[in-house]
């Protein structure tokens, strides 16, 4: 795994996949039992070799999920924290960490104490003493699962944009997809501790590489070929290789009450405000379809469905 | 419609926000407060008053000695000047020597690659079960001039010196020391594990070294704990007598606590109860300070579900420490053992350990003769008939305050718990000024001992029940309500159950106290009345008898370690499947109350 100066990666997989182990190899808090990391060409840790910087020797930016803010001392004291480890004067200090909290927007928060602070507050406060030091690389470790709905998409393009000001290179895990999707420069898909795909949000998310990969991120429709469904739409497909199988977002399905390539009935709705989702059976198949939001089909109804060509992607049978 | 607990009170608490005041809680309710607070009142409030009143020269109404010269000749009189000192310096010392061992011994144990973590935690644990009382006992036979060490010496040298004496101010802090350290150790490492390992990873990848990371993010964040739990050992160990009487009080050095004991003992009551004073006032503003540290500071963290990774390397001195702390922990907690039980079998105390002097017969005698059989048998009915009613009123008051923030109810609370600031010898000389005489003459029946050891449970029982009762969410009652039970039947379906572990521990903590308690039991017992306290103590002094001592120890330490395992394993099933965030926070804010189970 590769990752670019300046870019901002998401590792996305479902809990317990490995993803903030993997972090956390990086941060140098865990061990990797093998493989080697490097950073801007210098080795921090080598199985094969047996070499490991310690954590406190890295410069690494660190925000925790929980924020890990220090209790027993006040914002300023935090933020100045790796400043002072790192034996800068203390004119310089202040001004840094000045800098720092204007940046987060909690000037005038020097004297308080983290538990005085709500939960966006102290999360703005971990950014802002991650960022101290101008540090290489920066890690996030699913910041945002702690906030509510609202703040979380105003924390994301936060991030984003304190990321790109800075230029600098973080490495970002979630399991949140929509999250992935927004912030992402690449995105990184993990599964047992195994990379699945690495790819622009685009990419991943109309041309996966593989079954889990699809599945993962968002809902999608695997159509085999004996299935026999929507046969004149992937012949082409066949025509080259027989070996594989195809994945159909619902949002390139088209459903018309008149005419089409298929026809299925209606056999459950999910109205979601902005859009309709319905599933549509198609000669014993379930087929997820989502509409616009003034399409309006009734359980039973027979539709028929129509096939963007062009957002079909293909799969290999393993 | 028998609303003991019920709703109708409920919504009277509820109003009385407006108008504060024990007047205001009315109907069943009250019924409740009035009762509770009539057995407070009798077991603690009225004892104390009585015991200040009396040293301030007034007694039975009659104001004619009134006066200060109680206080005035206490700061004359060059012993209890040396009392007061000597007990400020075993306090100072034991508080030094617990603390150092139990927060060295908790690091090794949570944080350090110290390979015998299980042993050590065994060995904490017997040194916790092990009587204070008893393990002087077993100091002197190791250390008294008779004891194994100087024979050992004589054996080895051929020289007929013995080296080695049982008796000094530093005896007392070593083997109270010994006995209060391992309270140091589990609230210490409970600090440890439950603190958030991510605020230490976040200092390393700041970049702290690791020695940087202890002193500036992990000493701070432990600092509350160990301070708070220094003034509890501070405070236990200048309210013991049985050590002081034990080590001090042969080579003519006294405490404050002797000098209560001895006081009485030369009928000066007033004395003794100025001396008292004094040193309630000692033990009450550590209490005061520590209730107030533990208030301001609280870090105890939500997330700490994480593994602790953080384990150091202890490279080199990996050995050595191993070899230390097992010799140490050894000679601490194993070696008293096995010398008090090897002395139970002796036919007299003194003799070489050879065949024919060997016996059973100090334990057949326990059970053979009356007067051991009768002083077991009176701790424990005292013990069960005392705890009885600490439990009840506990129940009662721990109820009222979870519904009611009234004033009333608040000074209840407080007054219950007060005795924990109260030494034993205190309570038993506030115990003889109230009862001996009328309007309630208990004295000289069994019934002073069981009021006295009602109150000194009664702080115990209130933590018990209230750490788990605290834990209902009131939503579980509600729901019982709203399934159609009064108020007396969600008591008994839901919450009795619910705090049930609680009240058994409570039960058996006092049992374990009630068989060991020396000082109430000395001061206040008559003949007939005499406890397993009684007997331990006045063998000892009388014939120096330790073979027979040792049988009884024996047995009380067997009891003791029955007990404790028995509510280490309530302890696990306390647990009522999956429990809010909310109320997860409340029981880590009284997993501090663990170890105030460790009376005595």
Redesign the interface.
Known sequence: MNIENGELITILGPSGCGKSTLLRCI????LPDSGEITINGILFSSGRKNSFI?????????V???Y?L???KNIFENVA??LK??KIKKAELKRRVGQMLEMVRLEGSENKYPHQLSGGEQQRVAFA?ALA?NPQLLLLDEPLSNLDAKLREQMQNEIKNIQREFGITTVHVTHDQSEALSMSDRIAIMDNGRIMQIDTPFKIYSNPSNEFVANFIGKTNFIYSDDNIFGSGIQDYYAKSKNVYFSIRPEDLTVSSKTGEESGVVKSVKYKGDSIEYTVNINGKDIFVKTGKNDFFEIGQRVFLNLKKEALSALKCS | MPYIFGSKGKTHLKNSGVNKGITRITGNSSFIFIISALMIVFLIVYPSSILILESFGISKGNFENFGFSSYVSIFKNIHTFNAVKNTLIIGAGTTLFALTLGVFLAFLVCRTDFPLKKYVNWMVFMSFVIPHYILGISWIEMFGRNGYFNRIFVYVTGQNTRPFSAYSVISVVIVLGLHLYPIVFMAVSNAIRKGDHSLEEAASISGATRFKVFRDITLPLIMPTVLSIGLFVFSRSIANFGVSALLLVPIYEETLTTRVFYALNDLDLRGASSVSIVLVSISGLVFLIQYFLTKNKNYSSINSNEKNTNTISLGKLKYPLTVFTVLFLFCGSVLPVVSIFASSFLKRWGLPFTFENLTLKNYTDIFTNPKTFNAFSNSIVYGLIASAMAITASLMIVRMTMRSKSRGVKILSFFSSMPMAIPNTVLAIAAILAWNGPPFELYSTPWILIVTFAALFMPICMKNIAGLMEQIDPKLVEAARISGADGFGAMKDIILPMVFPGIKSALIISLLISLREIPISMMLHSSGTETVGVLLFDMRSNSGSYETTSAIAVIIIALCFLGRLFTEKGKKRRKYGKLSERNMQKIRKHSGAERRQFEY
Do not use: C, D, M, S
Request: hydrophobic share 35%; no cysteine.
């Open positions: 941060a140098g808090i865990t310690p954590a406190e020797k890295r410069n690494i930016g660190f925790f999920q929980n890990a220090w209790p027993h924290y790796p480890l790192k003493r030091t």
